[in-house]
């Protein structure tokens, strides 16, 4: 009787794999998958065969067609000669570039604000108060428009606003001094891939340094490992060695490798420095006071939710309300801001949409723009809409990484 229950329980009845649940949830899936994949084929041939009999298709070729119309703003030189692709890459660039600076400035005004928000003054506190509810409860398109029209009531070009005879603001643009290459630039690139290749180098010698060093004031002679050496060695040379290098190539280039160009007033424009149109500066001013109001209020539930014992015992080994800040209470509101900082950073990528309002050309203007020259919806929205998505995905992914990495002594 025995030797049978153990023969029974060697040898269990095999459940057939249609009464299987494992089985059938991975078959359940894939059976899911197909249909989804045959639903949208089924859909992608439809929208083909309907394009089709109104006389469109999804081809891409128009792209290399003179695009025929001109760009107020743009990162790279640009006419009304050049392509559709190209066009469209000037919407991109000027897209990233309102993005990049307007969560540059908006990061740090938030900051700021979010700060005052917390301070014992009760007028500094108010201040930040009264901000935070103006520009966060105004729609971000009138708060553009607003802009705009202020900008408009500046002076003409040629009784520009002029700051020390370095920056001159008028109703079209700002204009600030910009660095321009010389011929000295080229011979002060090889000083730069010397500082490169020296820099690399000290790393391992010095990693090779703090390696005998710890093996000799062990007695065992064990050492935590030559790459937590690189690790340790990196961090003490690599920037130090790299710019001094770069320093002394800048004395000892033929010629300064830059010079600095100051915008100057001519009789009806300003010419030369860097310019900044008005439209740019509407929209950017817009995105960046509207999105740190959100950031401050971020940034005031993120110090608030830092334990207050943290406080008191910074207060009580004798660290300042400065220190405490920087030291103690910040580093550890970093990873609970991160999260909901992202999301601002990409409302803020995809608020710029709005530059219409400005007349800025960004991304969904010179969309627009080609869509209507064109012709073309389907594959310019799609275009359009690629461009965004990769912004975001790229925003979330670098924050993420971000986030992990602020969180990493956690673990």
């Not at 045959?38 to 070729?61: E, P």
């Not at 006419?79 to 908006?106: E, H, M, Q």
């Not at 937590?228 to 961090?235: D, G, L, M, V, Y």
Request: with cysteine; charged share 15%.
């Amino acid at each position: 009787m025995h030797h049978a229950s153990n023969t029974m329980q060697q040898n269990p009845t095999k459940i057939p794999f249609w009464r299987d649940t494992r089985v059938l949830k991975v078959l359940f899936q894939i059976l899911f998958l197909l249909g989804v994949f045959l639903l949208s084929g089924i859909l992608y041939a439809n929208m083909l065969k309907g394009l089709d009999n109104l006389g469109l298709n999804l081809k891409l070729d128009f792209l290399r067609n003179e695009a025929g119309f001109d760009v107020s703003d743009s990162v790279i030189e640009y006419g009304p000669s050049d392509t559709y692709l190209k066009a469209f890459i000037v919407g991109v660039l000027n897209t990233l570039r309102v993005s990049l600076v307007g969560i540059l400035c908006s990061t740090v005004l938030g900051l700021f604000i979010g700060i005052s928000r917390l301070s014992t003054n009760w007028l500094v506190r108010t201040i930040a108060a009264t901000y935070i509810e103006i520009f966060r409860n105004v729609p971000l398109l009138l708060q553009i428009l607003f802009w705009y029209i202020v900008s408009g009531t500046l002076p003409a070009a040629r009784d520009s606003i002029n700051l020390f005879n370095t920056v001159f603001i008028n109703d079209r643009s700002i204009y600030f001094p910009s660095l321009q290459q010389t011929a000295g630039f080229s011979s002060w690139i090889g000083y730069l891939y010397a500082a490169a290749i020296l820099s690399i180098i000290s790393v391992f010698v010095l990693a090779l340094i703090f390696q005998r060093k710890q093996r000799q004031s062990t007695e065992e002679g064990n050492d935590n490992g030559y790459f937590t050496h690189i690790t340790r060695a990196a961090k003490w040379s690599v920037v130090p060695v790299f710019f001094i290098v770069a320093i002394i190539g800048w004395f000892l280039a033929s010629e300064s490798p830059f010079v600095l160009v100051r915008p100057v007033l001519q009789r009806f424009n300003v010419e030369g420095g860097i310019r900044f149109s008005a439209s740019f500066i509407s929209l950017l001013i817009g995105l960046s006071v509207y999105t740190s109001a959100f950031i401050a209020e971020i940034v005031r539930s993120g110090i608030q939710a830092v334990a207050k014992g943290q406080r008191e015992a910074a207060r009580a080994v004798g660290l300042s309300v400065g220190q405490t800040l920087r030291l103690i209470i910040l580093p550890q509101a970093v990873p609970i801001i991160i999260p909901p900082l992202t999301s601002q950073y990409l409302n803020l990528a995809k608020n710029s949409s709005l530059a219409t309002a400005a007349g800025y050309d960004d991304l969904f203007r010179i969309g627009s723009t080609i869509l209507t020259q064109a012709g073309k919806a389907i594959p310019v929205f799609a275009m359009v809409m690629a461009s965004y998505l990769t912004m975001s995905l790229t925003t979330s992914a670098a924050m993420n990484w971000y986030n992990s990495w602020a969180n990493r002594f956690k673990r």
